[in-house]
C-alpha cells in the first residue's frame, strides 16, 4: 500500500496477520485455542488506533461498540462449552454507519443526527448477532449515503471527516460505503459491511481492491437502515475474498452457505452485453468469469442491455417518505427533534 504508511509496526502478540487474516484463519485460530474472540477484538482495536486514529489517520471508523469485548467474552465462554452457532463465532464485524445498532448512534455520518440513537438492531444485525459475529462498531461514510448535495466529495462527512484511500491516500476511496472500504483493506475488523442505492458498495470495493456485493433486493432484510429509496437500497459484503463474501452473504440473508464445487449446477445465469469502453484487460477478466460459472455447471443467458434511465426522480420521490417513517421509529428519548427531521427532509 502507498501513501497510508506501513502497517508493520503495529506489534500485536497474536498469531495471525490480521491485515489479512481470513474469516476462515481466525476461526481455525479460534477453535485449535491459539487466540480467543477477545483477543481478536482486542488486536483489531489496536490497529483501529494505530492506522485509523493516528498514523496515516484514515478516518474509516466512525464509532466503536463499547460492549465488543463483552459480547466476544460471552461467546468464548460459549465456545469452551461446547457451542459454536457456526462460521462467523467470535468473528468481529463492521458496519457501515447507516445500519442500526441498538445502543449506538446511526447519523449517516451527519451532524443531524448526531444524538439519533436507535433502540433495537437492524435485522440484518440481529441475523449477525445470532451467527456468532461481534459488531465491532461503526464506519464512515459519504454523508447520507451521498444523497446530501451534487459534487458531494466521496468518504466525506461532517461527523466522522475524510475517509482516505489505504493504497494512495491521493486517489478517491469512492463512495459512499468508504470506510467499510477503508476498514476492509486495512484489516481493520474480519468482515464490513456496506450498503448501495446505485453503486456505493461497488465503486469503494473497486477502488480499494475489495469483494463487493450488492445482493438481489430483499434477500438482506432493509428494516432498520437509514433510507435513500427502498427500491433500490441493499446492504452487502464487503471483504478480502470471494469466500469471505459468501460467508458473511449467508448470515446477512439468514440463508445456508454452500460452497461445494457444484454448487452453481443447474442454476441460470444472466449476462449483460460487456460495455463497449471496458478496458480490454477488465473484458478478459469478465469474460473469463462467465466461463468459470459454465465449467461449474451453470448456465449463462445473455440478455439484451436495458435502456438507459435517469434513477435520479424515484430516488427524490422516495426519499422524505422514506426517512420520514425512519424517524419516526425512533425511541422518543433520542428522536431527532422536529426542526431537525424537517432540516433533513429539505435535503
Known amino acids: 500500500m502507498t501513501g497510508?504508511?506501513?502497517?508493520?509496526?503495529?506489534?500485536?502478540?497474536?498469531?495471525?496477520?490480521?491485515?489479512?487474516?481470513?474469516?476462515?484463519?481466525?476461526?481455525?485460530?479460534?477453535?485449535?485455542?491459539?487466540?480467543?474472540?477477545?483477543?481478536?477484538?482486542?488486536?483489531?482495536?489496536?490497529?483501529?488506533?494505530?492506522?485509523?486514529?493516528?498514523?496515516?489517520?484514515?478516518?474509516?471508523?466512525?464509532?466503536?461498540?463499547?460492549?465488543?469485548?463483552?459480547?466476544?467474552?460471552?461467546?468464548?465462554?460459549?465456545?469452551?462449552?461446547?457451542?459454536?452457532?457456526?462460521?462467523?463465532?467470535?468473528?468481529?464485524?463492521?458496519?457501515?454507519?447507516?445500519?442500526?445498532?441498538?445502543?449506538?448512534?446511526?447519523?449517516?455520518?451527519?451532524?443531524?443526527?448526531?444524538?439519533?440513537?436507535?433502540?433495537?438492531?437492524?435485522?440484518?444485525?440481529?441475523?449477525?448477532?445470532?451467527?456468532?459475529?461481534?459488531?465491532?462498531?461503526?464506519?464512515?461514510?459519504?454523508?447520507?449515503?451521498?444523497?446530501?448535495?451534487?459534487?458531494?466529495?466521496?468518504?466525506y462527512s461532517s461527523l466522522g471527516g475524510q475517509v482516505l484511500n489505504p493504497y494512495d491516500v491521493s486517489r478517491s476511496p469512492c463512495g459512499s460505503s468508504s470506510g467499510s472500504g477503508a476498514a476492509a483493506a486495512l484489516g481493520l475488523a474480519t468482515l464490513t459491511v456496506g450498503t448501495e442505492t446505485d453503486g456505493s458498495i461497488i465503486c469503494p470495493s473497486d477502488a480499494q481492491s475489495l469483494v463487493g456485493v450488492k445482493p438481489t433486493l430483499g434477500l438482506v432484510p432493509g428494516d432498520g437502515i437509514l433510507p435513500i429509496a427502498t427500491s433500490q437500497d441493499c446492504a452487502g459484503p464487503m471483504t478480502r475474498s470471494v469466500r469471505d463474501a459468501a460467508l458473511l452473504l449467508a448470515a446477512m440473508s439468514g440463508r445456508g452457505l454452500e460452497l461445494a464445487p457444484d454448487a452453481l449446477r443447474g442454476a441460470r445465469l444472466v449476462a449483460p452485453p460487456v460495455p463497449e469502453d471496458l478496458h480490454a484487460e477488465d473484458r478478459d477478466l469478465y469474460s473469463a468469469a462467465l466461463d468459470a460459472v459454465r465449467s461449474a455447471g451453470a448456465t449463462v443467458v445473455d440478455v439484451p442491455a436495458l435502456a438507459e434511465t435517469d434513477e435520479t426522480p424515484v430516488l427524490h420521490y422516495e426519499f422524505a417518505r422514506v426517512v420520514d417513517a425512519y424517524l419516526s421509529r425512533l425511541p422518543s428519548v433520542t428522536r431527532v427533534p422536529p426542526e431537525v427531521q424537517l432540516s433533513v427532509l429539505a435535503w
Open 4 to 155: 497510508a504508511g506501513s502497517t508493520s509496526d503495529v506489534q500485536l502478540d497474536l498469531p495471525l496477520d490480521l491485515e489479512t487474516a481470513s474469516a476462515a484463519d481466525v476461526t481455525d485460530a479460534m477453535s485449535d485455542g491459539r487466540m480467543t474472540a477477545v483477543d481478536l477484538v482486542h488486536g483489531y482495536l489496536a490497529r483501529i488506533e494505530a492506522l485509523d486514529r493516528r498514523g496515516p489517520a484514515v478516518h474509516a471508523i466512525r464509532c466503536l461498540a463499547p460492549d465488543a469485548e463483552e459480547r466476544a467474552a460471552a461467546l468464548d465462554r460459549e465456545r469452551a462449552a461446547g457451542t459454536v452457532r457456526g462460521p462467523l463465532h467470535g468473528v468481529p464485524v463492521l458496519l457501515k454507519d447507516n445500519i442500526d445498532v441498538a445502543g449506538l448512534p446511526t447519523t449517516g455520518g451527519s451532524l443531524a443526527l448526531e444524538y439519533s440513537v436507535p433502540s433495537t438492531d437492524a435485522a440484518l444485525v440481529a441475523r449477525l448477532r445470532e451467527a456468532g459475529a461481534v459488531v465491532l462498531g461503526k464506519t464512515n461514510l459519504t454523508e447520507m449515503a451521498n444523497f446530501l448535495t451534487e459534487g458531494m466529495p466521496s468518504g
